[in-house]
């Protein structure tokens, strides 16, 4: 692990910050843009952004970092449609929904080609790409690729992962919009039992499940007076 994504991982998102751009601008000194080594800088810089909220910096990075792997490793390396749908999230996390969803679909079909059906990395985009159609208000899109991603997580970790609770909550959300709300409680009572088994009743991660599962039974209410 590089020192900058160490320092990432341990919160330190100055220092971080910090030894990514040193080792982008010795990696450009070097190479020039068009450089593998480059589009990684570029890459990490862009996650780090991310994780600040600095979506229009990340974007930026995450189109830069596309260009240079693409130029320097071609359209069919699994780290070109990573960094697309990267890309695509930090587009979407401003609002741009329709924008992202041509980039998620490009990087999907390029990860099944190289990953096939059964891979992190699809589960992950085929997710992404799943949230981008609720927002665009396809919700049976929506549902078939995010039911995709939970059943993939299943495959390769089990029930008791993080990534399993995180898909099974935004199924449950689009189950909620399209009005399905007996599955979308029944999933919100599982994602609920897990996160206080693993959390604790008290955490916060909690509260935004427990509003969401009340909103559901109240609106399951309503609809059976």
Do not use: W
Not at 53 to 62: I, L, P, R, V
Not at 190 to 217: F, K, N, P, W
């Amino acid at each position: 692990m590089s020192l900058g994504r160490a320092l990432h991982v341990q919160g330190k998102y100055d220092e971080a910050e910090q030894r990514y751009r040193d080792a982008l601008a010795v990696q450009l000194a070097l190479h020039g843009p068009h450089h593998r080594d480059v589009g990684r800088c570029l890459h990490n810089l862009g996650s780090l952004q991310t994780t600040l909220g600095k979506q229009a910096e990340a974007e930026s990075s995450f189109r830069a970092a596309v260009e240079a792997l693409d130029a320097s490793l071609g359209a069919d390396d699994p780290s070109v449609s990573i960094a697309i749908a990267a890309l695509a999230n930090a587009v979407r996390a401003q609002g741009r929904a329709g924008e992202a969803e041509p980039l998620l679909r490009q990087a999907l079909e390029a990860q099944r080609r190289v990953f096939g059906d059964q891979h992190y990395f699809v589960a992950a985009t085929a997710s992404s790409l799943g949230m981008v159609y609720r927002d665009l208000g396809d919700f049976d899109s929506a549902e078939k690729l995010v039911r995709e991603a939970l059943s993939i997580n299943q495959h390769l970790f089990g029930d008791d992962h993080d990534d399993v609770t995180f898909t099974m909550d935004r199924l449950a959300g689009i189950l909620y919009r399209k009005g399905e709300l007996e599955e979308a409680i029944a999933f919100y009572e599982q994602v609920l039992e897990t996160m206080r088994a693993r959390y604790g009743a008290d955490d916060s991660q909690i509260t935004g499940v427990e509003e969401d599962l009340a909103t559901a039974r109240a609106e399951l209410r309503r609809s059976q007076e």
